[in-house]
């Protein structure tokens, strides 16, 4: 039985670019154990000095592809662990890692739907490893993902949503782009807020099981509304990222 | 303790070269002002300040935040270093020496130690020792402006010769005590008195 | 910059889930899960949803309601400290 609280020396197997500041880190855990979606591992480095810093990302990956984690991280500019994963690691390097974290922002397939997801910049990695599972475990409950990101460019996994909404297994996206859209742009253009979600709950109702997260405001303004129209705040679940979204 | 793994490239925080013998052991020199909290940040209007010296006195005395402001204030530049191992040089701020404000109350005969007390509850313990003698001060300008909230505003105790934290943000009183009465991070493990000189960041340091 | 100060002290907090590794270590099982009752108030929710301040000394976990400190762990060299008397108590639910 592997204790999450354990610090295992894990191996980056493979860095993939996702956007200008995301980073996609796939490592191979000695003492792997299937998470839940949702679930977070913290990374801890350690200088000759002596100097650490440790920080949490969570997992992108579903449980169900066993063996290996991948970490979805934002470059923060001023950040201890991201620029160093963005800038200096490498593959192959071994890197401190334990988890899996967490136990209140986490959704099983088993326990159903409908879905509601609000994701502000990088919070949609933990929701993104929840569709993911919701993929690999068949499920069809109705879901719903709002996603708001300040440009096309930035959002995370723009193409894999693509796919997954094509699936026709009952996932809608709803994006908001909020500094700048493309050419054509037809969607919505604003920060998340209570007459959008409104437009949006009827797809899943208010007895949706809510997943909020990313930046702070953003999850507090998004729960906020949701309670506000009709939803139970103990079935609106939030996970805040700070002022960038980690 | 076990020997730590090293991660390959990681160079953490570096101080730098040329001020070495300025920055305690362990730390390193930021050049911004890191913000750190324990709570909310309080925002008390001036009409509602006040700052009070009480406990083992003849008398206790206030100010109010004009008669405040109207004590001989001075300018100080002092290095300041926290114990989440960051270290800021010369940093320049206004207010009153701790020495003025013990001008006006007569310490009882017991009286050795401090309470700082602040908006929101925080609070930190001093020997009168370490305030004394242009130790400390009251600060409550920072770089030429009024000292924002979110550093400690309407006014902070500065006492640059301890960690940070001694500096209590959002002071609103000195309690006099005979027995040292340990703060908010004393309790909970932190080094009562906190030099950074003798890297006293822990309890049993 | 364009966000009120106000606002800006608001976006740096974080919640019980930025500190689950803490207290995982701290309790020995996960607890953002686990319902604390807030000794102030009486107030009583998810730890994960408990106010995280995490720029300071140490982690202080405050009530959403009435802002009083729940919960305030600090890592020293060799121990992990842990002073719960905000909460009134601290409990999983069971499985049933």
Known sequence: MVNPLAWQLAELRAIRDETPETKSFTFDLPSWMPHLAGQHYDIRLTADDGYEAERSYSVASPPER?????LTVERIDDGEVSPFLHDVARVGDRIEL?????GYFVWRASEGGPLLLVAGGSGIVPLMAMLRHRNAAGSTVPTVLVYSSRTRELMIYADELDDLVAGGDGLTVVQTLTRSQPPGWSGYTRRIDRDLLAEVLPRVGEHARAYVCGPTLLVEAAADALVGLGLVSSQVRTERFGPTGR | MAGRFVTRGFMGRRGAGAEADRIPPGQYVTRDFPVLSAGPTPHTPPDRWSFRIDGAVAAPVSWTWDQFLALPARDFTVDISCVTKWTKLDTHWTGVSVDELFGAVELGREAAYLVAWSDGGYTTNL????VVNGQAFVAYRYDGSPLEPAHGGPARLVVPHLYFWKSAKWI?????TDRDEPGFWETLGYHNRGDPWKEERYSGD | ????????????ILDGNAVAGMLLDAFGSEMTAAEARCDHCGSIGFLATLIAYTRA????????????VVLRMVETPTALLVDARGATYVGHPRAL
């Open chain 1, 66 to 70: 066993i063996g290996e984690i991948e």
């Open chain 3, 57 to 68: 000394p140490g982690i202080v976990l405050r009530c959403r309601i009435c802002q009083e």
């Open chain 1, 98 to 102: 334990r988890g899996p974290i967490g």
């Open chain 2, 172 to 176: 609103r009183g000195i309690q006099i």
């Open chain 3, 1 to 12: 910059m364009d966000v009120p100060m106000a606002e800006l002290d608001r976006a740096l």
């Open chain 2, 127 to 130: 020997p009168i020792a370490d």
